[in-house]
């Protein structure tokens, strides 16, 4: 073959390439923060959680809006799943909502909180700290900190644990992002020292509410995921010794699988952990996926949650 042409198609080759990566970009990437969870719930992967690469602007990954033919590995996502934070037993609870692809996704992680839970989280007990008719009227992003504007309601009083925790959903709902490290409020485009007469002076960081977490957190499978085996799960624990027990139950309420695995970090601090555990049932039903620790006194569950979900065969 002579030799000129074969130079000139290598040379088209490449071009043909660099041209792609300028028109894509990287394909968007995972932050995973303290609690793990799926972006694909109903195949139960543990999550990667959207990262913000534009910190100067709203919270969202640059995404092309086509991509070319010759690379069809990447096309941009028409689909993400967010961590939205609410509240079960008067501690944070992680769920999930997938939205369609968007630049503007930290306005759509706070609108999915806003909105409150659905009829299968309200069912397992969660619930929403934010008062009824709180809108965002604004959010920007500046070097690390997202500023956050609200309507009146959600300044209302209540008492300081209740005023905590609507704090607390939407500050673990917006750190979620790589970009996000801490949270400033304002209420009606001004800014405020004080929200329901709880101090929010500063910017407002994940480990300022730890206190409202519960020992053991779980971003893997969400409430009323379609799981098959085996099922990955997933978050955070403060448990002793790191052991996190896991069961599944049947439709029956029977025991069809156990396991255990450990945190990063335990009895005092906090650690991630995340394992799959198999199990067998003859057609698809209710079941439930539950996470514990067991007492260190006699073995009893504690620090129970449960996860409601759908097992497939």
């Not at 961590?83 to 992680?109: D, H, M």
């Not at 700290?129 to 992003?141: C, D, Q």
């Not at 929200?195 to 409430?223: F, N």
């Not at 009893?300 to 097992?311: D, G, H």
Request: with cysteine; aromatic share 4%; hydrophobic share 40%.
């Amino acid at each position: 073959m002579n030799h000129n042409l074969i130079r000139m198609a290598s040379s088209a080759v490449s071009c043909a390439a660099a041209a792609c990566l300028a028109a894509c970009g990287p394909a968007p990437t995972g932050a995973l923060g303290p609690a793990p969870g799926s972006s694909a719930r109903a195949h139960t992967s543990a999550p990667a959680h959207p990262a913000l690469t534009t910190p100067t602007a709203m919270p969202g990954a640059q995404m092309p809006t086509s991509a070319p033919s010759a690379a069809p590995s990447l096309a941009p996502p028409r689909a993400v799943t967010l961590q939205a934070w609410f509240i079960r037993g008067g501690r944070l609870f992680e769920s999930q909502r997938t939205v369609p692809a968007t630049r503007s996704i930290g306005k759509a992680a706070v609108d999915a909180v806003l909105a409150g839970t659905n009829t299968s989280e309200s069912s397992a007990g969660l619930v929403s700290a934010v008062p009824a008719g709180t809108n965002m009227l604004g959010l920007k992003i500046a070097g690390t900190v997202a500023t956050i504007d609200l309507s009146s309601s959600f300044a209302q009083s209540a008492s300081s644990s209740a005023v905590s925790l609507r704090l607390a959903q939407l500050v673990y709902t917006l750190t979620q992002f790589g970009a996000v490290r801490s949270v400033h409020w304002r209420i009606s485009g001004q800014d405020v020292t004080t929200i329901g007469g709880v101090p929010v002076s500063g910017p407002q960081t994940r480990p300022a509410y730890s206190g409202d977490l519960p020992a053991i957190t779980v971003a893997s499978p969400a409430i009323g995921a379609t799981v098959t085996s085996p099922v990955t799960v997933s978050g955070t624990a403060d448990v002793f010794e790191a052991v996190v027990s896991i069961e599944i139950l049947n439709s029956a309420g029977q025991e069809i699988a156990r396991t255990f695995t450990t945190a990063s970090c335990g009895t005092g601090c906090r650690g991630s952990y995340t394992t799959t555990i198999s199990y067998s049932v003859p057609a698809t039903q209710k079941g439930t996926v539950e996470v514990f620790e067991r007492s260190a006194k006699d073995g009893s569950p504690v620090n129970m949650q449960k996860i409601p979900v759908t097992l497939g065969p």
